[in-house]
């Protein structure tokens, strides 16, 4: 046995039932022995998208993805998808080649220091010295890759040490898929904070006359959906959402808000504008969040659940900060306060329900074919459990405040890195979840990493490609319209026949102009199951995204078209 | 500018050093000073880190630093903490005042003679560092050539 197929049986004993890669020199002896494994290779057709794929199966399932590129430009290839997945704090694994020991540090051809490139990218990086360590290296990095705030996890391999014989003792212990003992001495991922904070919470809480909820990433994270829930149907407190807090909780509800931030709903961003305290569940209080951070702190206390002790003050000032599992510091919240707790918050709840019917997510325009229509027809054809993955843009945020569904780890976008070219390949990863994927992108985005339409091509991987086509990058478009005097530059884009291009690739792809074939053509998508299939929109080219929150604006001054804002 | 010191326990492998220094960059907190050495357990070495900032400042730094995975512990040390570090300086004696002067000096903080050769003598200063400061800033007063000036950087330990 020699290091590669170490490594490959080690994956398959984490569980490990697909790899999306691209082979090189540094990589020859993995892919040598590929073929002996039970792992399923997806051959890609730029790094890339290998890592969103892989970080697509992370989030779209409770599985860590692997991938796998050379040395050199195969691993700065996987860049891109290894920062996306540390903002959004996806657990991944990326497998790297480098070139043989002796040679490193001497600029070899195609070495590049990946474990330097990397730090500040990854949770944890690897660079794997000797063949005897790599099956405990596999197994600390997807406990570090899953465990705690998740991440992703950079493993580098010389291609001597994948060629490397392995010990018959170590050979033993592989085949009898023996746990490795972990060498991790400073990580602590399970910190608690003292009952304290809980108690203080649940004080804040009974004090409360207008109190709002805004759950995140986290809550889907830790799996603590139904914690959440009990914690909601009890108190009776209003909820908002982040971008990667969608479906972590009933949309539909009444208290249900919306979205909230630079383009959330505008019940939303009244809610917390207005609120006298903030409980952020498993949330980072990011920048497109907050609005101008003065405002957001002025008036509310604020409770804050998470796991990472970091996140505690590093955005906005905190009153409460109660690290650990949400899952079991939530529900500790939730037995402790009364069932009528809610009788101190029944004006603020009917003012909220109030404001959510004033101000429906609406924008839809009579006649012409528009982003937004394509987008509510869409949201009719998808069942429950479909998967949709956006891109960057307007788009990605008229599918966010509309997204309808109760499940978590449907709605899928790069929220963190915002990074074009996602939706494809994160499609063809979410696509191993076995459930149906829709992948939408504007003709900007889908021709980041059009090249994976081959690849679906090739492994029948079932993806319905949206494609809206504005002929702008519409987002940036706007704000040039709004504020750069309307002066376009390089934000028209001159673009191919996306029908022909995907017919091109042995596609069935369509085009639709108008609602009737927008709805046909849809219908065609959803009962479509033997690989990928395309259709090309053709919409209104200049259509504006609200509400919005300018820059340095706050989320009162939430702005619901080019002229009112909630203020009026 | 504030001055604070932290005091990190991390494991001693390759690489550590690499990512303290790198995620202070990236956070944009300024280094006064960084030390690193083995303690008495050779597995876990000790960084001791001045950062210029205010101590809501340093606060956070820590939360960031627990999160590399080899960090074991850290710790922001308080005012009355024993702080030192080292200076070795080689310089030129040109009259009897000056080797006076230093004589004298040597009442107000440790200095030790290495060497002496000719003009030139080889000092050793171990004191906080305000005090070789003050030191540094009284012999140039007294027009000392200095020929070479090298600090440790600050060790600190809490009482």
Excluded at chain 1, 422 to 438: D, I, N, R, Y
Excluded at chain 2, 95 to 109: G, T
Aim: with cysteine.
């Amino acid at each position: 046995m020699i290091g590669a197929d170490a490594l490959l049986k080690s994956l398959e004993n984490q569980g490990v039932t697909e790899i999306f890669s691209y082979p090189g020199g540094s990589v020859l002896p993995i892919f040598d022995r590929m073929p002996h494994s039970n792992i399923r290779r997806i051959l890609v057709r730029h790094e890339q998208a290998a890592a969103f794929a892989a970080a697509g199966v992370s989030r779209s399932t409770q599985k860590v993805g692997v991938c796998l590129a050379t040395s050199g430009p195969g691993a700065t290839n996987l860049i891109t998808g290894i920062a996306d997945a540390k903002l959004d704090s996806i657990p991944m694994v990326a497998i790297t080649g480098n070139v043989f020991k002796n040679l490193i540090g001497s600029d070899a051809f195609q070495e590049v220091d990946m474990v330097g490139i990397c730090e500040s990218i990854v949770k944890h990086a690897y660079f794997v010295e000797d063949v005897e360590d790599l099956p405990r290296i596999i197994t600390e990095a997807f406990y570090l890759a899953a465990s705690g705030r998740p991440g992703p996890v950079l493993i580098d391999i010389p291609k001597c040490v994948q060629a490397g014989e392995v010990s018959a003792e170590l050979v033993k212990k592989i085949e009898r898929n023996e746990l490795f003992e972990m060498h991790l001495p400073g990580y602590f991922h399970e910190m608690s904070s003292d009952i304290s904070q809980e108690i203080k919470s649940i004080e804040l809480i009974k004090k409360a006359q207008k109190p709002v909820v805004i759950f995140g990433h986290g809550v889907v994270l830790s799996n603590a959906e139904k914690e959440l829930k009990d914690f909601l149907d009890k108190t009776g407190i209003p909820s908002v959402w982040t971008l990667h807090g969608i479906g972590a909780y009933d949309g539909n509800k009444d208290l249900s808000l919306g979205m909230l931030g630079m383009h959330g709903t505008a019940a939303a961003n009244f809610a917390v504008h207005h609120a006298d305290l903030i409980i952020g569940i498993g949330i980072r209080f990011d920048d497109r969040i907050t609005g101008v951070i003065k405002e957001f702190e002025r008036q509310a206390k604020i409770i804050h659940f998470d796991i990472d002790p970091s996140e505690f003050g590093k955005n906005v000032k905190t009153d409460v900060r109660v690290c650990g599992q949400i899952a079991s510091t939530l529900p500790l919240i939730t037995k402790a306060l009364p069932k009528n707790s809610s009788n101190n918050w029944k004006d603020w709840q009917k003012t909220l329900i109030e404001k959510k019917q004033k101000w429906p997510i609406d924008g839809r325009k009579k006649g012409k074919l528009t982003e937004i229509s394509v987008i509510e027809e869409l949201y009719k054809k998808i069942d429950q459990d479909d998967v949709v993955v956006a891109d960057v843009g307007q788009h990605e945020m008229w599918l966010a405040q509309r997204f309808i569904g109760k499940k978590s780890r449907k709605f899928l976008a790069s929220g963190g890195l915002g990074t074009m070219g996602f939706s494809l390949p994160t499609a063809m990863g979410a696509a191993f979840s076995g459930h149906k994927v829709w992948s939408i992108s504007g003709d900007g985005g889908i021709q980041m990493n059009i090249q994976e339409l081959v690849t679906l091509v090739q492994d029948k991987i079932p993806v319905k490609i949206l494609i809206l086509n504005n002929g702008y990058l519409g987002m940036v478009r706007q704000w040039q319209e709004l504020f750069y005097d309307k002066n376009y530059v390089d934000t028209p884009l001159f673009n191919p026949d996306f029908q022909k291009i995907g017919e091109a690739y042995g596609i069935p792809s369509f085009r639709a102009q108008t609602q009737e074939e927008t709805q046909d053509v849809l219908e065609k998508m959803k009962n479509y199951n033997d690989g990928p299939i395309l259709c090309e929109f053709v919409v209104e080219r200049e259509e504006n995204l609200f509400p919005m929150v300018p820059a340095g604006k706050s989320l009162g001054e939430t702005l619901l078209n080019k002229e009112e804002s909630i203020e009026d | 500018m504030e001055k604070q010191i932290l005091s990190v326990l991390v494991e001693n492998k390759p690489g550590v050093l690499f990512k303290i220094s790198g995620l202070l960059r990236r956070k944009r907190f300024q280094i006064d000073s960084l030390t690193v050495g083995k303690t008495a357990d050779e597995t876990v070495a000790q960084f001791t880190i001045v950062i210029l900032g205010t101590l809501e400042e340093a606060q956070k730094t820590v939360g960031m630093l627990n999160r590399i995975v080899d960090v074991f512990s850290v710790e922001i040390l308080d005012k009355d903490s024993i702080v030192r570090e080292i200076v070795l300086a080689r310089l030129e004696l040109d009259s009897e005042n000056q080797r006076i002067f230093l004589q004298e000096a040597e009442q107000k903080i440790l200095v030790q003679a290495l060497y002496q050769k000719n003009k030139e003598i080889c000092v050793e200063l171990i004191d906080t560092s305000q005090k070789i400061e003050e030191f540094l800033f009284s012999i140039k007063k007294a027009n000392i050539k200095i020929l070479e000036w090298i600090r440790s950087g600050v060790i600190a330990i809490k009482k």
